[in-house]
């Protein structure tokens, strides 16, 4: 692991510390992620079009057209979801959605449920624990068991990178990503880049700064490869420890200085710092992490700049953002925050990506 007398070196020099990066270690338990995301970390070469979408697996391969559709498509849901008494077509009746989660989740989860519900589509719950995988099914015997029961579509939430992906190879129905390991968390780019494009009204030439830990970030993924497809300039800023070796690559700025980051954005989307893929073990504490990295008031009163902040959620509250950050949701202040905006926003998205890939005959 890199010493801390390095991990400060590189904060001042904006270099990478000497020696190999953390996750080309051998031993290191998300290598495996991490591996495949280098591999991945080249978007697309032929983008897919609306049309021949049948499964979202990532927003790489999707053409900016696509990812405008989709987003019109959510405006219109959320035009109704507003209205007191909002009801929809029940386009999707008799559909049944597996929700497949491997992982906890709170507002992915629920949101699709609600998605589903609001097009008159039935759910079925899924949990690894109180399932058959606690004896040793494998991921692909329980999806074609599940497909056996006439499932009509899955939304699959795994530790392991490329999981979905791996899972649209093996069945002819939808496969909705909704979190794979470190690659990718395509619903809550959409539902980001549906609450800039609400607020600021085009993505083109957005800057957008994403803060953190984009190593294990899927969510930081996901939104590269959206907000460059839709035209808008993306700046990465954190310890360069935290920072995927090649991202260079994709065309997006680096910055190690957070006051430089804010200066240059127009709006920051912070990222949870992931404990439980030991992001901590890249850090010489939280509390220099927070120091260097948390979006403060003091920080955003320094920089001069009013910023309208995004955070996927869950948050972790004094470290990569602090509460008055978090919670202002009305000036006066430095900033504006979209948390509870994202996870409305979230539900219209949903409905969009599940009407697009459903819709039409059974
Ligand atoms: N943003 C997000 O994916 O949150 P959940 O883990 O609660 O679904």
Redesign the pocket.
């Known amino acids: 692991m890199h010493s801390l007398k390095n991990w400060r070196n590189s904060l001042r020099t904006g270099k990478r510390p000497g020696g190999k990066h953390p996750c080309r270690k051998a031993s290191f338990p998300v290598q495996k992620n991490v591996q495949y995301i280098l591999q991945q970390m080249t978007p697309d070469n032929k983008p897919i079009p609306m049309a021949d979408m049948n499964h979202l697996t990532g927003l790489s391969g999707l053409s900016a057209d696509s990812i405008t559709g989709l987003l019109d498509t959510a405006a219109g849901f959320k035009q109704t979801l507003r209205s007191p008494n909002a009801s929809f077509s029940p386009t999707l009746k008799n559909r049944r959605i597996a929700l497949v989660f491997f992982e ?6 629920f949101s699709f449920e609600i998605a589903a519900r609001n097009l008159g589509a039935g759910t079925l719950g899924f949990s690894a624990a109180s399932s058959s995988v606690s004896k040793g099914e494998t991921l692909s015997d329980t999806i074609k068991n599940l497909e056996a029961m006439q499932v009509d579509a899955f939304v699959l939430r795994h530790p392991s990178s490329g999981s979905a992906k791996l899972i649209s190879r093996i069945t002819p129905k939808p496969v909705i990503n909704a ?1 794979d390991g470190s690659n990718e ?1 395509p619903t ?1 780019a959409l539902l980001d880049m549906f609450t800039l494009r609400e607020h600021f009204g085009s993505l083109k030439g957005l800057k957008v700064t994403i803060i953190g830990d984009v190593l294990h970030s899927r ?1 930081a993924r996901s939104n590269i490869y959206g907000l460059l497809r839709a035209g808008a300039e993306v700046g990465l800023c954190g310890p360069v420890t935290l920072i995927p070796p090649d991202a260079e690559k994709l065309g997006v700025r680096l910055f190690t200085d957070l006051d430089r980051a804010i200066a240059w954005a127009d709006t920051a989307i912070v990222l949870r710092l992931q404990l439980e893929r030991a992001s901590g073990t890249y850090l010489p504490s939280l509390e220099e992490y927070s120091r260097h990295y948390g979006l403060t008031d003091e920080r955003l009163e320094r920089t001069g700049k009013h910023l309208l902040v995004l955070h ?3 948050i972790n509250r004094e470290i990569e953002i602090s509460n008055h950050v978090a919670d202002r949701i009305q000036p006066p202040g430095y900033s504006k925050s979209m948390l509870l905006e994202q996870v409305t926003n979230g539900i219209a998205i949903r409905m969009a990506v599940l009407e697009t890939l459903l819709g039409g005959t059974p």
């Open positions: 906890n989740s709170t507002r992915t989860r979190g968390h809550q969510v996927p959620g869950p």
